[in-house]
């Protein structure tokens, strides 16, 4: 069933995103972590937020995404939003993602306007997400840290929110069998945790869409 987003013009997405965003999370996008923590990880969830930022192109919304370094210690060189650990002085967590895309790769707070949250989601590392929706108006320019950062690039949100691009994939840890969600795009691996926020995403923009 498509989403109603791509049957909008350009003035109403946005407005449609707010909307959907506003409902209380669906029931489908609940609980969706894998439950597996690495060894040492145990215990207490760090807060945690990231941007999602969906970008207003002349062809369509695209999603920005992060390579993240390889000398990083927690998930090294995969594929990300930007994002990270909420400060104690961070008003909320969309100040938190709004400043971690502002260290990371530049991106103005002006471009960006928050939508709203999608449900949260706990990584393999500790640490309990909350995944803060942003419309991103270009231009803008793109900063990367060098030092967490190894590429920036963008991804059309049609093809992220297609289900028959949306697999499971799993790997042992051990003896012990870990299932995730990817979503391979070209030369491009997402999956684990960002790949699961864009499901969660897809499950949020589809709720109720059958009775709209």
């Known amino acids: 069933m498509s989403i109603p987003l791509f049957r909008l013009p350009r003035t109403a997405q946005r407005q449609w995103l707010e909307a ?13 972590s894998d439950g597996f ?7 207490r969830t760090t807060p945690a937020a990231v941007l999602v930022p969906l970008v207003n192109r002349d062809e369509g919304l695209t999603v ?19 994002g990270g650990r909420i400060e ?5 967590a969309g100040a938190a993602a709004l400043r971690e895309a502002r260290e990371e790769i530049g991106m103005p707070d002006s471009r960006v306007t928050l939508l709203g949250e999608l449900a949260s ?3 393999v590392t500790g640490y309990r997400v909350r995944p803060i929706v942003g419309w991103v108006e270009p231009p ?5 840290d060098p030092v967490e950062v190894a590429d920036v690039f963008e991804v059309p949100l049609a093809f992220l929110l297609d ?6 994939h799993f790997r042992m840890q051990g003896l012990v069998r870990r299932d995730y969600w990817a979503i391979p795009f070209g030369e491009r691996y997402i999956w684990g945790a960002t790949a699961a926020m864009l499901v969660i995403l897809d499950r949020t923009l589809r709720a109720d869409v059958a009775g709209s």
Do not use: K
Request: hydrophobic share 30%; aromatic share 6%.
């Open 20 to 32: 959907q965003l506003r409902r209380p999370a669906p029931h489908a996008t609940l609980g969706m």
């Open 37 to 43: 923590r690495l060894p040492g990880r145990e215990g």
């Open 64 to 82: 920005l995404l992060t390579q993240r370094s390889s000398d990083l210690p927690d998930h090294p060189g995969q594929i990300s939003f930007p």
């Open 88 to 92: 104690p002085d961070d008003p909320s």
């Open 121 to 123: 989601y706990e990584t």
């Open 140 to 144: 803008f320019p793109v900063v990367a």
């Open 163 to 168: 289900p028959a691009n949306q697999q499971r």
